[in-house]
């Protein structure tokens, strides 16, 4: 062969594993994958629904189109309920988040205190989340006390207990080198202990947002009058499945985007800390 | 057996470091047995000693993070134990892995120790930053510790502890982990610094290398931390024969020497 076609082969070599890179590329890119997933998913389950819509009255299977029509309708006329749910959730955890990191920081922090606090925390999640659903119906009249009472019961041990071990995981050479600096307690804990959680404090309110949003439907259909889940209720009493369907679908939204401001606020936070990922 | 060198060439009026008969003992075995030595002001003093001497238990006992079971230790004129936080910005310590903190990058690892000691946030920064400009490190400021090489991390962290300006340096086998150029470099680089600032520098090192190529003074180490050699390496660093001759005795004291002749002799 001579160099002309040896540059050619080579060229149209080259040429062909770019093309092979572009197509890997696009079909090994995550985002495009788990968006392509997520579509072909729903689209199954549309697909699901609307066939067996054909088989079973509409309190048992509404089709789709009907699901969107209750979806409109409740988005024009019951998105109070929404926000109310969404602003009960968020005082919630909000609430058990602080109460959690304070009560994780004077556990892993203090001797003295920790085994009382912690004792208190594992008899805490052993409590069914009915059980506190029931109590807080007699010990409290305010339906708003009742939720916030029954989701900060929920959440907060999740929120101690993990950052009780990312005291517990902090390394002893940072403790070390900043101590060779004699510093006070507060500034270890500003300097070293604090930085340190925040990655455990986000690890924490990832896995719970949907578990919390779960409890806040749960707590609305026992404890309140108004609300996603009293909502839910009423719809389920009335037999008004499409109505059920159409909450379930803004509730699931409500889950993805607070999964993806969690996510966000993780990439700001965390960027000092390297992508790893393993082959 | 303690073999007390040390009041001889110590003059006691400028002592920065000060040890006296002092013990240590973890559970049944005694990691330091009745210890005396000290290290005056400007000096660089290396501790020499095989793994498992006591070295680093001694360096811990002088930052003041072990008590000892017996005797006094006077670290510029505390008690470094009793009197831990007094001695904030006095001592400052350089480990054998930098310890950055992984969220602060290269100039906010700079300024812990002086934020720590209660300095303005400007001025730490403007101090960290001229800091890093004598590592050679100003372009590095912004990034973080895992965007860093080994021996740009060594030089944050030799950095750091230089900053808060404190009179004593203590460096805990702080070159060891680098490879031989880096390591030699950064050595050259903090003796030169060390010295123009008149620093007291206590290191710890397990590498003859290290000890003759930077210290003044050399004690070398046995078991129980007892001293079996202790020798002044000013003229070793300049004059190549000395400099093998101290070497000879420092291996001797260390007992290397009989081992090349078990090796050989096999």
Same mark, same amino acid.
């Given at each position: 062969?001579?160099?002309?076609?040896?540059?050619?082969?080579?060229?149209?070599?080259?040429?062909?594993?770019?093309?092979?890179?572009?197509?890997?590329?696009?079909?090994?890119?995550?985002?495009?994958?788990?968006?392509?997933?997520?579509?072909?998913?729903?689209?199954?389950?549309?697909?699901?629904?609307?066939?067996?819509?054909?088989?079973?009255?509409? $309190?048992?299977? @509404?089709?789709?189109?009907?699901?969107?029509?209750?979806?409109?309708?409740?988005?024009?006329?019951?998105?109070?309920?929404?926000?109310?749910?969404?602003?009960?959730?968020?005082?919630?955890?909000?609430?058990?988040?602080?109460?959690?990191?304070?009560?994780?920081?004077?556990?892993?922090?203090? @001797?003295?205190?920790?085994?009382?606090?912690?004792?208190?925390?594992?008899?805490?999640?052993?409590?069914?989340?009915?059980?506190?659903?029931?109590?807080?119906?007699?010990?409290?009249?305010?339906?708003?006390?009742?939720?916030?009472?029954?989701?900060?019961?929920?959440?907060?041990?999740? $929120?101690?207990?993990?950052?009780?071990?990312?005291?517990?995981?902090? @390394?002893?050479?940072?403790?070390?080198?900043?101590?060779?600096?004699?510093?006070?307690?507060?500034?270890?804990?500003?300097?070293?202990?604090?930085?340190?959680?925040?990655?455990?404090?986000?690890?924490?309110?990832?896995?719970?947002?949907?578990?919390?949003?779960?409890?806040?439907?749960?707590?609305?259909?026992?404890?309140?009058?108004?609300?996603?889940?009293?909502?839910?209720?009423?719809?389920?009493?009335?037999?008004?499945?499409?109505?059920?369907?159409?909450?379930?679908?803004?509730?699931?939204?409500?889950?993805?985007?607070?999964?993806?401001?969690?996510?966000?606020?993780?990439?700001?936070?965390?960027?000092?800390?390297?992508?790893?990922?393993?082959? | 057996?303690?073999?007390?060198?040390?009041?001889?060439?110590?003059?006691?009026?400028?002592?920065?470091?000060?040890?006296?008969?002092?013990?240590?003992?973890?559970?049944?075995?005694?990691?330091? *047995?009745?210890?005396?030595?000290?290290?005056?002001?400007?000096?660089?003093?290396?501790?020499?000693?095989?793994?498992?001497?006591?070295?680093?238990?001694?360096?811990?006992?002088?930052?003041?993070?072990?008590?000892?079971?017996?005797?006094?230790?006077?670290?510029?004129?505390?008690?470094?134990?009793?009197?831990?936080?007094?001695?904030?910005?006095?001592?400052?310590?350089?480990?054998?892995?930098?310890?950055?903190? @992984?969220?602060?990058?290269?100039?906010?690892?700079?300024?812990?120790?002086?934020?720590?000691?209660?300095?303005?946030?400007?001025?730490?920064? !403007?101090?960290?930053?001229?800091?890093?400009?004598?590592?050679?490190?100003? !372009?590095?400021?912004?990034? $973080?510790?895992?965007?860093?090489?080994?021996?740009?991390?060594?030089?944050?962290?030799?950095?750091?502890?230089?900053?808060?300006?404190?009179?004593?340096?203590?460096?805990?086998?702080?070159?060891?982990?680098?490879?031989?150029?880096?390591?030699?470099?950064?050595?050259?680089?903090?003796?030169?610094?060390?010295?123009?600032?008149?620093?007291?520098?206590?290191?710890?090192?397990?590498?003859? *290398?290290?000890?003759?190529?930077?210290?003044?003074?050399?004690?070398?180490?046995?078991?129980?931390?007892?001293?079996?050699?202790?020798?002044?390496?000013?003229?070793?660093?300049?004059?190549?024969?000395?400099?093998?001759?101290?070497?000879?005795?420092?291996?001797?004291?260390?007992?290397?020497?009989?081992?090349?002749?078990? $090796?050989?002799?096999?």
């Amino acid at each position: 062969m001579t160099r002309v076609g040896n540059n050619q082969a080579m060229a149209a070599s080259a040429a062909s594993k770019v093309v092979g890179m572009r197509r890997e590329s696009i079909w090994q890119r995550a985002a495009f994958r788990d968006t392509g997933a997520t579509i072909i998913v729903v689209a199954i389950l549309l697909l699901a629904m609307e066939v067996s819509s054909h088989f079973v009255p509409d $309190y048992i299977m @509404p089709s789709p189109v009907a699901v969107a029509k209750a979806a409109i309708g409740l988005a024009n006329n019951d998105y109070s309920h929404i926000l109310i749910t969404l602003g009960r959730l968020l005082a919630a955890m909000l609430f058990a988040m602080v109460a959690g990191v304070l009560l994780g920081l004077v556990m892993g922090m203090s @001797p003295i205190f920790r085994p009382f606090i912690r004792s208190l925390v594992i008899i805490d999640t052993g409590i069914p989340a009915l059980s506190w659903i029931l109590l807080a119906v007699f010990w409290f009249k305010n339906p708003e006390t009742r939720i916030f009472f029954i989701l900060v019961m929920i959440l907060l041990p999740f $929120y101690a207990l993990n950052i009780y071990d990312g005291i517990r995981a902090l @390394p002893k050479d940072l403790v070390d080198m900043i101590e060779s600096f004699r510093p006070s307690r507060w500034q270890t804990l500003r300097y070293l202990i604090l930085p340190h959680i925040v990655p455990y404090i986000l690890l924490t309110t990832k896995s719970v947002i949907g578990y919390a949003t779960r409890m806040v439907i749960f707590a609305e259909l026992v404890a309140s009058a108004v609300g996603v889940g009293s909502r839910m209720g009423l719809a389920q009493s009335t037999f008004h499945v499409d109505q059920v369907l159409a909450w379930t679908f803004f509730l699931v939204v409500l889950n993805i985007v607070m999964q993806f401001l969690v996510t966000g606020a993780e990439k700001a936070l965390l960027k000092w800390r390297p992508e790893a990922s393993v082959r | 057996m303690t073999v007390n060198v040390t009041t001889s060439l110590v003059n006691s009026g400028d002592e920065v470091i000060s040890l006296r008969d002092v013990s240590k003992t973890f559970g049944g075995f005694r990691a330091v *047995d009745d210890l005396s030595f000290s290290v005056r002001e400007g000096e660089i003093v290396t501790l020499l000693g095989q793994t498992g001497a006591g070295k680093t238990t001694v360096l811990n006992l002088i930052m003041g993070t072990l008590q000892p079971d017996a005797g006094s230790i006077r670290v510029a004129g505390f008690d470094p134990f009793g009197q831990f936080r007094d001695m904030k910005g006095r001592m400052a310590v350089s480990f054998q892995t930098d310890r950055l903190l @992984p969220w602060r990058t290269a100039l906010e690892n700079v300024e812990l120790g002086l934020l720590i000691l209660g300095r303005p946030k400007h001025e730490a920064r !403007e101090v960290a930053r001229s800091w890093l400009a004598r590592v050679n490190l100003a !372009e590095a400021e912004s990034k $973080y510790a895992h965007e860093l090489s080994g021996g740009m991390r060594q030089r944050v962290a030799l950095a750091r502890a230089l900053a808060v300006d404190p009179k004593l340096v203590l460096l805990d086998e702080s070159f060891s982990q680098l490879d031989h150029v880096t390591s030699q470099t950064l050595r050259r680089d903090f003796c030169e610094l060390a010295r123009n600032l008149g620093k007291t520098c206590l290191m710890v090192t397990h590498r003859i *290398d290290d000890a003759i190529e930077m210290a003044d003074r050399v004690i070398v180490l046995g078991p129980g931390a007892r001293i079996s050699l202790e020798m002044g390496l000013g003229e070793a660093r300049s004059n190549e024969m000395t400099r093998e001759a101290s070497r000879k005795k420092i291996e001797a004291a260390l007992g290397l020497q009989e081992k090349k002749q078990d $090796y050989q002799g096999e």
